[in-house]
């Protein structure tokens, strides 16, 4: 079966490792390497590869932002989380967000092979180091199921992930394109709506939920 990937991850010895595993599989060949979230849903819509692998803390956009933006476009692209975080919260707002697999950066060559041949067979995958996530969330769905950043517009969650990386107003505005009014306007919605009075917590927000690494 031939399987055109999409890979995403800052880091592009990474991006060279992965690559290289995914394309000694015969039939399998990356078609375009993404350096954050941003760049990832822009390749996605040009390429349209049959999977997209996502690490998950991406500058620009965060991996979860980018992912739900893929499946909220229509696309086929089906998309494989390849991450260092094992934590529940990282797990289950991937999959929210409409990832079909998950695979943590321990993991072997082989287990990865096999992720990406079940995720473009149209099936599901978890590392099992971190399967106990999606059973804990299945007995437990009342604790932490709505994150405070499902409040937010996709807009606001992208200023939120710019201001924990640390840009200003004026930067935030040149990145996205909009007038620092605009971006004053969100940075209040956002503290409102998450029911915050100093804007040096936004930050904790954003760690907390995954958008940037702590």
């Not at 079966?1 to 992965?18: C, K, P, Y």
């Not at 995958?125 to 769905?141: D, K, T």
């Given at each position: 079966?031939?399987?055109?990937?999409?890979?995403?991850?800052?880091?592009?010895?990474?991006?060279?490792?992965?690559k290289r595993i995914v394309e000694s599989v015969a039939g399998?060949?990356?078609?375009?390497?993404?350096?954050?979230?941003?760049?990832?849903?822009?390749?996605?819509?040009?390429?349209?590869?049959?999977?997209?692998?996502?690490?998950?803390?991406?500058?620009?956009?965060?991996?979860?932002?980018?992912?739900?933006?893929?499946?909220?476009?229509?696309?086929?692209?089906?998309?494989?989380?390849?991450?260092?975080?094992?934590?529940?919260?990282?797990?289950?707002?991937?999959?929210?967000?409409?990832?079909?697999?998950?695979?943590?950066?321990?993991?072997?060559?082989?287990?990865?092979?096999?992720?990406?041949?079940?995720?473009?067979?149209?099936?599901?995958?978890?590392?099992?180091?971190?399967?106990?996530?999606?059973?804990?969330?299945?007995?437990?769905?009342?604790?932490?199921?709505?994150?405070?950043?499902?409040?937010?517009?996709?807009?606001?969650?992208?200023?939120?992930?710019?201001?924990?990386?640390?840009?200003?107003?004026?930067?935030?505005?040149?990145?996205?394109?909009?007038?620092?009014?605009?971006?004053?306007?969100?940075?209040?919605?956002?503290?409102?709506?998450?029911?915050?009075?100093?804007?040096?917590?936004?930050?904790?927000?954003?760690?907390?939920?995954?958008?940037?690494?702590?």
């Open positions: 079966m031939s399987v055109e990937l999409l890979l995403a991850d800052d880091h592009g010895i990474v991006r060279e490792g992965v399998q060949r990356v078609v375009a390497e993404a350096g954050n979230g941003e760049e990832a849903v822009q390749l996605a819509l040009a390429h349209e590869p049959d999977v997209a692998v996502f690490e998950l803390t991406l500058p620009r956009l965060c991996g979860v932002e980018a992912i739900r933006r893929i499946r909220q476009s229509g696309l086929r692209t089906r998309c494989l989380v390849l991450s260092v975080h094992q934590g529940h919260g990282y797990v289950t707002r991937a999959l929210q967000a409409g990832a079909a697999g998950y695979v943590v950066k321990s993991a072997s060559p082989a287990e990865l092979q096999e992720a990406i041949a079940a995720v473009a067979g149209g099936r599901s995958y978890l590392s099992p180091s971190i399967a106990h996530c999606v059973v804990e969330a299945f007995a437990r769905p009342g604790e932490g199921a709505v994150s405070p950043v499902a409040m937010l517009t996709a807009r606001e969650r992208e200023v939120l992930q710019l201001i924990a990386e640390g840009l200003s107003s004026k930067e935030i505005a040149a990145t996205l394109g909009v007038s620092i009014k605009t971006v004053e306007t969100h940075r209040c919605n956002l503290m409102a709506k998450l029911k915050i009075r100093k804007a040096s917590r936004l930050v904790r927000v954003a760690i907390h939920e995954g958008l940037v690494a702590p």
